[in-house]
């Protein structure tokens, strides 16, 4: 077996579906199927006993592809609350069950949670690009580009 710490993750560990492999860096490992892995990685953590750590509550955040900004929209508190969350671990029971509720609806079909994840996700995308506008030859020519993402 390997532990898996993909994400901050200390506590997954893999007993097969990866193959060995050297490396010009060294030893590594590949996972197969990582979307799948990945699914079942985030129906554990939403089944498993006791709060979720900090690693756990990023990972299914992640998992769901919001930002620390989108999810404490959804949750009702700022960016910084959820930072610390992930970076101290000490998720609010509240806070622990939705994000375990919202995966959990999203990956079984719950249309109006998706539609809602999915366009929390839009907005954030959106509200991270920029036009850049640049002159050649006595014209304007604009252009949309992705600014970086914050965490």
Known sequence: ????????????WLANGYERRRTAYGNAIAVRDADALAVAICQALTRKQGRLTGGEL???????????KSLARLLGNS???????????A??????????LLWMA?????????????????VERLLN??????????????RVEAAPLAA
């Open 1 to 12: 077996m390997i532990r898996y710490n993909d994400a901050g993750l200390r506590n997954v």
């Open 91 to 100: 998720v609010p029971l509240w806070a622990d069950r939705n994000l375990r």
């Open 58 to 68: 990023r990972y299914l955040r992640q998992a769901l592809r919001l930002s620390q």
């Open 79 to 89: 960016e910084q609350t959820v930072a610390l969350w992930e970076k101290r671990g």
């Open 106 to 122: 999203k990956h079984e079909g719950n249309a109006a949670i998706g539609r809602t994840i999915d366009r929390l996700n839009t």
């Open 129 to 142: 690009e920029r036009i850049v506008l640049e002159e050649k030859r006595g014209r304007w020519r604009p």
